[in-house]
């Protein structure tokens, strides 16, 4: 069994900070890719940022600049550093997680429960 814990969510302010974290666990034999989606009220889930096992990361282009995916691959744990905030970054992040499990010879897509990431005054 594999699941991802997200943490870090909250309220902040224009210009602010905030971190989030997903840490995977259970019975993994190795992770491939791991990202962050958004979805805002209204609009489709968008993929925000990713970083592969091996590569470049990748970023939506509104917030280049601004994110920074990193990613520990002894704690199995991304993090999505978010930094000058904006009000239409608010929306409920989701981890994503490509991992082969011990069960079974081949990749598997695994989902965070949701944060919740609100930037207003």
């Known amino acids: 069994q594999v699941q991802l814990v997200e943490s870090g969510g909250g309220l902040v302010q224009p210009g602010g900070s905030l971190r989030l974290s997903c840490a995977a666990s259970?019975?993994?034999?190795?992770?491939?890719?791991m990202g962050w989606y958004r979805q805002a009220p209204g609009k489709q889930r968008e993929l925000v940022a990713n970083?592969?096992?091996?590569?470049?990361?990748d970023y939506v282009d509104s917030v280049k600049g601004r994110f920074t995916i990193s990613r520990d691959n002894a704690k199995n744990t991304v993090y999505l550093q978010m930094n000058s905030l904006k009000p239409e970054d608010t929306a409920v992040y989701y981890c994503?997680?490509?991992?082969?499990?011990?069960?079974?010879?081949?990749?598997?897509?695994?989902w965070g429960q949701g944060t919740q990431v609100t930037v207003s005054s």
């Open positions: 970083i592969p096992s091996r590569g470049n990361t």
């Open positions: 994503n997680v490509r991992a082969m499990p011990y069960s079974w010879s081949g990749i598997v897509q695994y």
């Open positions: 259970g019975s993994i034999f190795s992770i491939n890719a």
